[in-house]
């Protein structure tokens, strides 16, 4: 695939291989990655027409399909309402043993921070990006208030304030190299996933619904967990700006959560309310590979190895 997009052979061959990759594994989501950024920023090198070439788009809808599938097997388990999706996010678990954020805070050392923030850096140095394709298939309330939010990520009129570049400061804090997708060749698979869900998504207006999930599930959690890494940071010794990135999250996702659950949730099963099961799906794929990510985090760092492909 990626000789095709440098001007090889036609994509027929991965297309023909993909039915039968591995939905979690490397070759997937760093192919399907690579086909999403051609929506967002390209690369260099790569012709800008290439974003709407059909051997592309019929591999990536191969690509998808192994992905939408293996995400909803693994949560045919979960909740199909609303309520009973978001319920237990509202309350702080007394046990915070297997969150990354809480392992951070109060045993983490710097150079896991370091890690984190590359592996971050893939979705946070476009925050609020694949988000913005929901805005034109929402309207009325739910389009009003998700635009409200999304102003809030591109930092309200102030180029300075935007996520995407507090994170960036919070990287060169961390000695970071801060250039967009720097460390797309160090991400594995489970990180790779976590973006893919959201462009994935954002793509595709049948997929709306649980977007909105996707995004009200990323609100409701981050005020806490931002709140835990914050004084990671501070601890570590990684710098204002690092610290800053986090505290940033602190409150204003704190308001952000009101308005999405209220307000884009709100509005948007007023007008669709058979959208209510996709929105349930959303939450439950979120927190399932960010819990694929954590474990594999955990995992690495509990025998002292980098989480990075390499270090």
Known sequence: MVDALRGGPDPAGPAAAAP?????GEDVQLALYLLYELHYRGFEGVGDAL????????????????????LR????????????????????????????????????????????????????????DPHAWVIPRLHGRAKAAMVAIEYDEFGAGHPDRIHARLFAALMADLGLDTSYGYYLDRAPAPLLATVNLMSLLGLHRSLRGALVGHFACVEVTSSPGSRRLARAMRRCGAGPAAEHFYAEHVEADAVHEQVVRHEVIGGLLADEPELEP??????????????????????????????????
């Open 278 to 311: 996709d929105v349930a799906f959303g939450c439950a794929a979120t927190l399932l590979l960010e819990d694929r990510l954590a474990a594999h985090i955990r995992t690495a760092w509990d025998r002292r190895r980098s989480a990075l492909r390499t270090p």
């Open 73 to 128: 097997t693994a949560t045919a388990g979960a909740p199909r309402t609303v309520a009973d999706a978001f319920a237990p996010l509202l309350v702080e678990p007394v046990d915070l043993g297997g969150s990354l954020s809480h392992r951070l805070e109060t045993e983490g050392e710097l150079w896991q921070l370091r890690e984190y923030a590359a592996l971050r850096s893939l979705y946070h140095l476009k925050e609020a």
């Open 20 to 24: 039968g990759a591995d939905p979690w």
């Open 51 to 70: 974003e709407w070439d059909p051997a592309l788009l019929r591999l990536r809808a191969v690509l998808e399909e192994r992905f939408l599938g293996a």
